[in-house]
């Protein structure tokens, strides 16, 4: 099966085409998110079958779980790319009268709650590429020891970039109880996200 749909990879290359602005740091940090899953699931892989590493069902796990998260983390760019389109075409809705201006705001709010869900549960995907890395740091294939090094920059970047969307987000939520989640919700990312770098350097 192939790890990524056309539409998935076109939401990549939206990112790097210069005839496009709209889709920006959202997408871009899922995608470093999964090239940092599929860094971790190539570890496991070369790590298998080694002197010294642990029993092959160790790394197997790792690897489908590595996969898995690749998957959901490219979706999570695609869905990114079209949580912006829906927030901007929001804005570009009629605003003559009363009516058009009220269901343009509430198009607004609905658009802006969506871009900030998706990197929301996309920096919670990042967490967990980086407890996969955290499980392998102690034995892996050390001809990988740059790769599994990359995978962790990769998806703590890609981590950030998730929190900074949220964050500037959530300044243009007027839905209180809605605004008052996603705190919560971005409250509870940051704390997972110290655990899992605490006494990392990078």
């Known amino acids: 099966m192939s790890i990524a749909t056309q539409s998935q990879i076109d939401a990549f290359l939206k990112v790097i085409d210069p005839r496009d602005d709209s889709t920006g740091g959202g997408a871009a940090s899922a995608v470093a998110g999964a090239m940092a899953a599929g860094l971790a699931g ?31 983390l490219l979706s999570g760019a695609e869905e990114d790319s079209t949580a912006f389109e829906a927030v901007m075409a929001a804005y570009r809705m009629p605003r003559e009268s009363e009516p058009q201006k009220a269901a343009r705001s509430a198009a607004i709010q609905d658009g802006m709650e969506g871009a900030t869900e998706v990197p929301l549960e996309n920096g919670e995907r990042c967490v967990e590429v980086l407890r996969l890395v955290a499980r392998l740091t102690p034995k892996h294939n050390t ?9 962790r920059r990769l998806a703590l970047a890609a981590l950030e970039g998730c929190i900074d969307n949220v964050e500037i987000n959530l300044g243009s939520l007027k839905r209180e109880a809605a605004a008052e989640a996603f705190t919560r919700r971005l409250e509870t990312l940051r704390a997972a996200a110290s655990t899992v770098t605490e006494g990392d350097e990078a």
């Open 143 to 151: 001809n990988a020891a740059s790769d599994l090094d990359v995978g």
């Open 42 to 72: 190539m570890v496991a892989r070369v790590s298998k079958g080694k002197p010294d590493m642990e029993p092959d069902g160790f790394y197997d796990e790792i690897d489908a779980e590595a996969q898995r998260l690749a998957r959901s």
